[in-house]
């Protein structure tokens, strides 16, 4: 049996695998048998990470459960499709579809929870199938998604997860359909969890602190319950800083509303959150029915006020002077694949080694290992979405939209002081990106994701995204009117709250293929 692994993971791309202490014990024969260790009553979570099988062929009838994977090469993830040489490999060598397969029983105890499949990020296309049944295809490669398996579940016997991976450029999907200046690999290359929760369970959590500049700073969480009921339920929510719980409060909420705020009041003695002290609280909800915890989610945040004016960048009301670098999540051999020590290892080492202050997740949301390493180490974050340049149909457009949403449901990144829509933004953070990088703002998709995301996320004065002079220069509306109609709708929703622009302006900037 492995040792028990503990993971509380503010961003954890399950939603709510911060509650658990998970392990894995193995059983004799095909199929594994997953354990757990409680970390509330009802909610388990379980490392899926290791013994897969893969085939580099989509095998036909692959994903049927009376299918013989005997030849199969046993993996485990994160894994790349393919192993590649160092430099001088075709980008075509990773593009093909490939399948995996995972054979698992389920711990006895947990027949009456609900129970979801969790994955971190497979590049690019996903279809997954439980047991002959096709739960969906995800399309997206940055981002988190999951399945509810609740209904598909043997829950006394071998179950057999498949899950179809299409690794080419589809130009249905971002950031492809033109061409981009990276590469993207393939295979399932971020964690998989199994998650079990009550049938009522807090789905997400968004601490935002606020006027963490005055004494009597208050802390709003917000909380995302799943239910199928409308019963009356408790919320209790506890600020902690370490063992000890700095203030609680707890309220009655309904389940049906699509999310209910709790303000922790006049939180007094608070450490800052900055570069060279970057203090991180607890927050832990406890969902309770008749006075009995049935479900807990934990997850951290940090008390900082981060904005530009037209005198620089201030964080926590003293200027700083932003010095970055542009980040990749690719490695030799691997692609993407690699496990949270090194993702956090190349956070360390642009803190520590190049004395950075500020990383540009180039040009996608990057792992959450390396994001909160980020937030533990004072280093700040400018995060985007997926894309260079091209924008494609209106299905291609419809998919960013949707991911977008997903996105806003998903825990942001609260102390990534430079953000993109790729996770959810609130008016404490100061600067993202709103549209594909290096796009010519001439595009009615750029004018109207410029539009739609200062209107709704109320952030940000400059030009939304990193474009280069001249494509600014080509706009059919002025830089100047666009700042001016971007003004307009941030002090409408925020007040007199200065911005500045930003953009890169450097020769040769925006040609095919440069690398970032």
């Given at each position: 049996m492995d040792k028990p692994k503990t993971r509380v993971d503010r961003r954890s791309f399950m939603k709510g695998s911060c509650a658990s202490i998970a392990g894995l014990a193995v059983l004799s024969g095909s199929s594994d048998l997953l354990f757990a260790q409680r970390a509330s009553v009802s909610r388990q979570v379980f490392p899926l990470n290791h013994k897969w099988l893969y085939s580099a062929k989509n095998v036909a009838g692959g994903n049927r459960t009376a299918f013989n994977d005997s030849t199969f090469t046993r993996v485990t993830i994160p894994h790349t499709n393919k192993m590649l040489p160092w430099h001088g490999f075709d980008d075509k060598d990773y593009q093909f579809v490939s399948l995996y397969r995972r054979h698992f029983t389920v711990p006895n105890g947990l027949q009456k929870h609900r129970a979801f499949i969790d994955f971190g990020g497979v590049m690019t296309a996903a279809k997954v199938t439980l047991n002959d049944h096709l739960l969906g295809e995800y399309r997206g490669g940055y981002t988190p998604f999951s399945f509810e398996i609740t209904e598909h579940l043997n829950w006394r016997g071998d179950n057999v997860l498949a899950v179809e991976v299409d690794s080419t450029?589809?130009?249905?999907?971002?950031?492809?359909?033109?061409?981009?200046?990276?590469?993207?690999?393939?295979?399932?290359?971020?964690?998989?969890?199994?998650?079990?929760?009550?049938?009522?369970?807090?789905?997400?959590?968004?601490?935002?602190?606020?006027?963490?500049?005055?004494?009597?700073?208050?802390?709003?969480?917000?909380?995302?319950?799943?239910?199928?009921?409308?019963?009356?339920?408790?919320?209790?929510?506890?600020?902690?800083?370490?063992?000890?719980?700095?203030?609680?409060?707890?309220?009655?909420?309904?389940?049906?509303?699509?999310?209910?705020?709790?303000t922790l009041q006049n939180l007094r003695g608070i450490q800052l959150w900055d570069?060279?002290?970057?203090?991180?609280?607890?927050?832990?909800?406890?969902?309770?029915?008749?006075?009995?915890?049935?479900?807990?989610?934990?997850?951290?945040?940090?008390?900082?006020?981060?904005?530009?004016?037209?005198?620089?960048?201030?964080?926590?009301?003293?200027?700083?002077?932003?010095?970055?670098?542009?980040?990749?999540?690719?490695?030799?051999?691997?692609?993407?694949?690699?496990?949270?020590?090194?993702?956090?290892?190349?956070?360390?080492?642009?803190?520590?080694?190049?004395?950075?202050?500020?990383?540009?997740?180039?040009?996608?949301?990057?792992?959450p290992h390396f994001l909160n390493a980020c937030d533990e180490l004072g280093l700040l974050v400018l995060e985007e979405i997926p894309g260079w340049q091209h924008v494609?149909?209106?299905?291609?457009?419809?998919?960013?939209?949707?991911?977008?949403?997903?996105?806003?449901?998903?825990?942001?990144?609260?102390?990534?002081?430079?953000?993109?829509?790729?996770?959810?933004?609130?008016?404490?953070?100061?600067?993202?990106?709103?549209?594909?990088?290096?796009?010519?703002?001439?595009?009615?998709y750029s004018m109207l994701c410029t539009v739609s995301s200062i209107g709704t996320l109320y952030l940000t004065r400059h030009l939304p995204g990193l474009t280069d002079s001249k494509s600014i220069g080509s706009t059919a509306l002025t830089k100047e009117a666009i700042d001016d109609l971007i003004l307009r709708f941030i002090e409408n929703a925020l007040g007199n709250r200065s911005r500045i622009e930003m953009h890169d302006d450097y020769a040769g900037h925006g040609q095919a293929r440069r690398v970032a």
């Amino acid at each position: 049996m492995d040792k028990p692994k503990t993971r509380v993971d503010r961003r954890s791309f399950m939603k709510g695998s911060c509650a658990s202490i998970a392990g894995l014990a193995v059983l004799s024969g095909s199929s594994d048998l997953l354990f757990a260790q409680r970390a509330s009553v009802s909610r388990q979570v379980f490392p899926l990470n290791h013994k897969w099988l893969y085939s580099a062929k989509n095998v036909a009838g692959g994903n049927r459960t009376a299918f013989n994977d005997s030849t199969f090469t046993r993996v485990t993830i994160p894994h790349t499709n393919k192993m590649l040489p160092w430099h001088g490999f075709d980008d075509k060598d990773y593009q093909f579809v490939s399948l995996y397969r995972r054979h698992f029983t389920v711990p006895n105890g947990l027949q009456k929870h609900r129970a979801f499949i969790d994955f971190g990020g497979v590049m690019t296309a996903a279809k997954v199938t439980l047991n002959d049944h096709l739960l969906g295809e995800y399309r997206g490669g940055y981002t988190p998604f999951s399945f509810e398996i609740t209904e598909h579940l043997n829950w006394r016997g071998d179950n057999v997860l498949a899950v179809e991976v299409d690794s080419t450029e589809r130009n249905d999907i971002p950031p492809f359909g033109g061409e981009i200046d990276y590469l993207t690999f393939g295979g399932i290359y971020r964690d998989v969890t199994l998650r079990f929760v009550h049938s009522t369970f807090i789905e997400n959590v968004f601490a935002k602190p606020v006027d963490v500049l005055q004494e009597n700073r208050r802390l709003v969480v917000r909380c995302y319950l799943n239910s199928k009921t409308v019963a009356p339920r408790s919320l209790k929510v506890e600020l902690l800083d370490g063992p000890t719980v700095i203030s609680s409060a707890t309220a009655t909420v309904l389940a049906a509303g699509p999310f209910h705020d709790i303000t922790l009041q006049n939180l007094r003695g608070i450490q800052l959150w900055d570069i060279t002290n970057p203090k991180l609280y607890q927050v832990r909800v406890t969902l309770l029915e008749a006075d009995s915890s049935v479900d807990s989610y934990e997850t951290r945040t940090g008390f900082r006020e981060a904005k530009f004016t037209p005198d620089g960048f201030f964080l926590n009301g003293k200027h700083l002077k932003l010095r970055g670098l542009n980040r990749h999540q690719t490695y030799p051999f691997v692609g993407q694949a690699m496990p949270a020590r090194v993702q956090r290892r190349d956070a360390w080492i642009l803190r520590k080694e190049l004395k950075c202050n500020i990383v540009r997740t180039s040009h996608y949301p990057q792992s959450p290992h390396f994001l909160n390493a980020c937030d533990e180490l004072g280093l700040l974050v400018l995060e985007e979405i997926p894309g260079w340049q091209h924008v494609g149909d209106q299905a291609w457009q419809d998919l960013v939209s949707a991911v977008k949403k997903i996105n806003e449901q998903l825990k942001p990144l609260s102390l990534q002081v430079l953000l993109s829509p790729c996770t959810r933004a609130d008016d404490n953070l100061a600067v993202f990106e709103i549209r594909l990088d290096e796009r010519n703002e001439r595009s009615n998709y750029s004018m109207l994701c410029t539009v739609s995301s200062i209107g709704t996320l109320y952030l940000t004065r400059h030009l939304p995204g990193l474009t280069d002079s001249k494509s600014i220069g080509s706009t059919a509306l002025t830089k100047e009117a666009i700042d001016d109609l971007i003004l307009r709708f941030i002090e409408n929703a925020l007040g007199n709250r200065s911005r500045i622009e930003m953009h890169d302006d450097y020769a040769g900037h925006g040609q095919a293929r440069r690398v970032a």
